[in-house]
Nanobody, 121 residues
Framework: QVQLVESGGGLVQPGGSLRLSCAAS????????MSWYRQAPGKERGRVAR????????GYPDSVKSRFTITRDNPKNTVYLQMNSLKPEDTALYFC??????????????WGQGTQVTVSS
């Protein structure tokens, strides 16, 4: 079955960086787009990055554009989220998600359990 396991979260000071990883199994990783989402307490879950199956196309909301970068390593079945210039408002539980198809515009159908990111001094 589809499994998505996130890692790399933690406590970081404002202005710092973290790299999240998501190890995928149970499906042909290279055939599907992938996304990262986040959810802060009391807020809805929102997508922060998405990448096409071939890794050539990415998309970000304005809130993280130029600070976050999504990449993937298809031979390793892993998607990454590099987060720079972190702000306290980036504090959230971060999830990776499997797309319904290869396009980065496809919806998502499976989510991992998440990894906590806390930005605080």
């Amino acid at each position: 079955q589809v499994q998505l396991v996130e890692s790399g979260g933690g406590l970081v000071q404002p202005g710092g960086s973290l790299r999240l990883s998501c190890a995928a199994s149970g499906f042909t990783f290279s055939a599907y787009a992938m996304s990262w989402y986040r959810q802060a307490p009391g807020k809805e879950r929102g997508r922060v990055a998405r990448i096409s199956a071939d890794g050539h196309t990415t998309g970000y909301p304005d809130s993280v554009k130029s600070r976050f970068t999504i990449t993937r390593d298809n031979p390793k079945n892993t998607v990454y989220l590099q987060m720079n210039s972190l702000k306290p408002e980036d504090t959230a539980l971060y999830f990776c998600a499997k797309g319904r198809g290869p396009s980065y515009l496809s919806g998502d159908d499976y989510w991992g359990q998440g990894t906590q990111v806390t930005v605080s001094s």
